[in-house]
């Protein structure tokens, strides 16, 4: 293969069919080891145009050399065509060539558009989370739901394709040949506020998910990654393998692992998005069209990346009390010097009730301590009143929040 078919960008990539078709033949015979061999310098180069053919190969069902060539075909057609309507006036075949050359520059700019828009963004197959007058549900990749009658469920994936909800009732994926079971396919556990879940992966790996979280995942990890898509809280106990990553995509971020321990916290209204590792260890970084950003950062056990949605920058932080953070997979709410306010928020999604807070409040005080969430609201609002040094009153759904009454002395 000659020199010159080696393109440097994208849009060259997207512009050049023999390349396209190069590469999709060359990985999968000696042909590619033998360029590399004669051009070393070229290594990088090469990888990088390799790994956006394999990703439009895995992601999005280009399938072989024959298929990009005719899709290819079909573009030249088109624009053959307007050239050859144009040749019998000048400025009609300039007005041709113009609109050709915008249409391969349009095609690129859709095409770069799409791919980054598909990889960045999962669409789940509810709008928003339900309230908690409505139960938990599972909703399979065809789109049946299933009802999670527990407050806390648990749902358990094998590796013969067989999904248990609460210890009970079994779906045998396996016997409906109509079933998708594969990593294009999604099914998702959306949990309201006031309820929690528990997910047992099909490859070991073990999920909590928080009041008000969702997430979307295969009934079976078969591609080069394992990967998953989460809105709200969830603690993952992941099982290792060097082999196979295990990705979670949390509105902007990635977080890539090959066996670790740790909670990620992503609600769509907080401004700040937390990934907090007790074992092993983790790459965060902004999700880009291709995977996880360069400009990623690695955390060690006991610290703590928090991604600003609004100055678009993660800064990580020492944690030396990093199991608070995941405490509330075992019914408790642990807090060391955390504001107020964050635990006021955190107590509104478990219990499923409206804090209402007057202005003259102060929710930036740090407070410290431990709540048992088996309790009821009135215990646990009780709890933290000495703490927060504030009153309460509950009505229905809402709590009103005031500043501790100062006792009189008797005299």
């Not at 030249?76 to 050239?83: E, L, P, T, V």
């Not at 309820?195 to 997430?215: C, F, I, P």
């Amino acid at each position: 293969m000659d020199k010159k078919y080696l393109k440097y960008g994208l849009e060259d990539f997207l512009e050049d069919k023999q390349f396209v078709a190069w590469i999709l033949k060359g990985h999968q015979n000696e042909e590619w080891s033998t360029f590399i061999a004669n051009h070393p310098e070229l290594q990088s180069k090469v990888n990088t145009a390799k790994e956006i053919v394999l990703l439009l190969k895995d992601r999005y069902d280009i399938l072989d050399e024959e298929e990009v060539l005719s899709m290819w075909h079909n573009i030249d057609r088109f624009n053959k065509s307007y050239k050859n309507r144009a040749r019998t006036i000048h400025l009609r075949r300039t007005i041709t060539i113009a609109a050709s050359v915008l249409i391969v520059i349009s095609l690129g700019i859709l095409g770069y558009s799409y791919l980054n828009n598909r990889n960045l963004e999962y669409q789940f197959a509810s709008s928003d989370i339900p309230n908690s007058t409505e139960n938990a549900r599972l909703v399979l990749s065809d789109g049946e739901e299933i009802d999670l009658e527990n407050d806390k469920s648990t749902i358990s994936i094998d590796d013969k394709e067989k999904i248990t909800i609460n210890d009970e009732s079994v779906i045998d994926l396996s016997e409906n040949e109509e079933k998708d079971t594969d990593d294009t396919k999604m099914n998702e556990v959306i949990v309201p506020y006031g309820k929690s879940s528990e997910l047992l992966l099909a490859d070991g790996t073990k999920v909590w998910l928080n009041a008000g979280s969702r997430l979307a995942f295969p009934t079976k990890f078969t591609k080069s990654t394992r990967e998953v898509y989460l809105e709200g809280e969830a603690c993952f106990k992941v099982t290792k393998n060097e082999s196979q990553p295990f990705i979670v995509n949390a509105n902007d971020i990635g977080v890539k692992v090959l066996g670790t321990y740790f909670d990620v916290s992503a609600y769509p209204n907080d401004e700040h998005i937390e990934t907090i590792l007790v074992e092993g260890s983790v790459v965060v970084g902004k999700k880009t069209a291709f995977g996880i950003s360069k400009n990623s950062v690695e955390l060690k056990p006991y610290q703590k990346a928090t991604f600003d949605k609004e100055e678009n920058d993660i800064v990580v932080a020492e944690e030396p009390n990093a199991d608070v953070y995941l405490a509330w997979t075992e019914g408790w709410f642990e807090f060391s010097q955390q504001n107020l306010d964050n635990v006021l928020t955190k107590l509104e999604r478990y219990y499923n009730v409206k804090l209402v807070v007057p202005e003259d409040f102060n929710t930036n005080r740090k407070i410290t301590g431990k709540l048992d969430l088996k309790d009821s609201l009135d215990d646990v609002l009780k709890a933290l009143s000495d703490v927060a040094k504030m009153d309460y009153r509950i009505d229905g759904s809402k709590v009103f929040i005031t500043n501790k009454m100062e006792e009189i002395p008797m005299k």
